[in-house]
């Protein structure tokens, strides 16, 4: 029996020395790690952050009715340049039934009343041709026919305007006939012929017939995170890139930063516009998905290295980088780090653009090739 442990510890000891001969061998036979190296190179940085909104017009007018009632006529569509005083639309009036029979009453009414005072000026003509009464008594007389005939033409007028939104000699000034209150382009018309129109008044912002806009003056709208809002200012020049227009980048001025943030999925946004420059050769449509690059610093041709080269002290925390001073050897090199763009970074001070930098955090040969 003690035979056989003696045996199987001795098989043990040789089976374990012989991995540990195998593994030691495997870790010689390994090349050893050699560390590549990048050279400085000069290049424009641009530290910004970035902002989504939309493309709408500076100014957008909405033309609404003063009368409510059925479309009748629409003579523009989207995209069509208009004028002010343009002729947009016509409204056919539906009467209300209370309000026409309120303007039949006062017809009958004043056609009363005028009868009265014909009667009462031909007995006053009677009487002053007899020399009964004098002649201020007959213009008085005179005067008060003509108030009576002109109620009776007004009601009539009124009539009118209560049945079909207009009357005699009114035609070019008629809530009927809705017209562009300012010059530039038709964007939507909302409305169809057919459609019944509700009058803007103090209870109801009324139906919209038509929005026109400026398409030359238009500005960037867009929301900003908390995180952000304090790295930018106003007057920053902007990039904005439109997501249906490729290639294009359109220069804006940020002009306002909201004031008050609101709450949006959990996070505080802040609402941002930046006026675009005029564009004459490229056509913006408003409401268009767009981006933009609030450029918060910018330097030209500066001496510059990839982030991932910088190492930090883990006492003092300050920059260094490793530079080449011979085969596989380094020594450290403390430098001033200026503006990043979250790739590259600015190199104030401690590099010239001959220096060889190590990569020291290079990826090895497995995972590279994984």
Known sequence: ??????????????????????????????????????????????????????????????????????????????GDYVKSGDLLAKIKIVPNLNALNSAKNTIEESKINLDDQMRNLERQKTLFDKGVISKVDLER????????????????????????????????????????????????????????????????????????ADVDKMIFEGKVDESEVGKIKENLPLEITVGAIENKVFPAVLDYIAPKGKAENGAIQFEIKGTLKKQDSVFIRAGLSANASIILAKVDSVISIKEALVQFDK??????????????????KDIELGISDGINVEIKSGLNLLDKIKVWNQIEKEEEEN
């Not at 035979?3 to 061998?25: D, E, H, P, Q």
């Not at 050699?34 to 989504?52: D, H, L, M, S, W």
């Not at 006492?315 to 020594?331: A, H, I, M, N, R």
């Open 1 to 78: 029996m003690k035979k056989k442990t003696t045996i199987f510890i001795l098989l043990f000891i040789v089976v374990s020395f012989g991995a540990a001969m195998y593994y030691l061998y495997q870790k010689n036979s390994e090349d050893p790690v050699t560390y590549e190296t990048e050279q400085p190179t000069k290049k424009t940085i641009i530290k910004k952050t970035v902002a989504t909104g939309s493309i709408l017009p500076l100014e957008e007018v909405l033309i609404k009715p003063n009368i409510s009632g059925v479309i009748e006529e629409i003579y523009v569509e989207g």
């Open 141 to 212: 007389a005179q005067v008060t026919y003509d108030q009576a005939r002109q109620g009776y033409n007004a009601s009539h007028k009124n009539y009118d305007i209560v049945k079909t939104g207009t009357t005699r000699g009114l035609g070019s000034a008629a809530n009927t006939l809705i017209k562009a209150t300012v010059s530039g382009m038709v964007l939507e018309v909302p409305v169809e012929v057919g459609n019944q129109v509700i009058e803007s008044n103090n209870f109801n912002e009324g139906t919209t017939i038509a929005a026109i």
């Open 315 to 332: 006492e003092t925390k300050k920059p260094f980088v490793e530079l080449k001073t011979g085969d596989q050897s380094f020594e450290r």
